[in-house]
């Protein structure tokens, strides 16, 4: 079993920067794919940014492309968004995401393929 844990959400301006975190305990996540969703206000839960098991592979929705960054330290069980640029488009809650399968570009984004969740942050920008 994985636990998640998201951290780093808060209140920022329009242009401003965040950095999430994903802590994971009872397994190492050295082996498991990692992705980020977020839901704001009366959406669906959409695909935000995810990465592979090793780390050389790293994927992002159109939206967030240039301005998100994922990444993971292995030795911290730990993966990171680095939010830069942000917009009020951006407000969300952000969850992270671990899967115990390999990532492929068919199922990154899907949020079926993933097996453990966490509870979210929240991340609010104002304009």
């Known amino acids: 079993q994985v636990q998640l844990v998201e951290t780093g959400g808060g209140f920022v301006q329009a242009g401003g920067s965040l950095r999430l975190s994903c802590a994971a305990s009872g397994r190492t996540l050295t082996s498991y794919p990692m992705g980020w969703f977020r839901q704001a206000p009366g959406k669906e839960r959409e695909f935000v940014a995810a990465?592979?098991?090793?780390?050389?592979?790293?994927y992002y929705v159109g939206s967030v492309k240039g301005r998100f960054t994922i990444s993971r330290d292995s030795a911290k069980n730990t993966v990171y968004l680095q939010m830069n640029s942000l917009k009020p488009e951006d407000t969300a809650v952000y969850y992270c995401?671990?899967?115990?399968?390999?990532?492929?570009?068919?199922?990154?984004?899907?949020?079926?393929?993933?097996?453990?969740w966490g509870q979210g942050t929240q991340v609010t920008v104002s304009s």
């Open positions: 995401a671990a899967t115990m399968k390999p990532l492929s570009s068919t199922t990154y984004s899907r949020q079926e393929w993933y097996d453990y």
């Open positions: 990465i592979s098991w090793s780390g050389s592979g790293t």
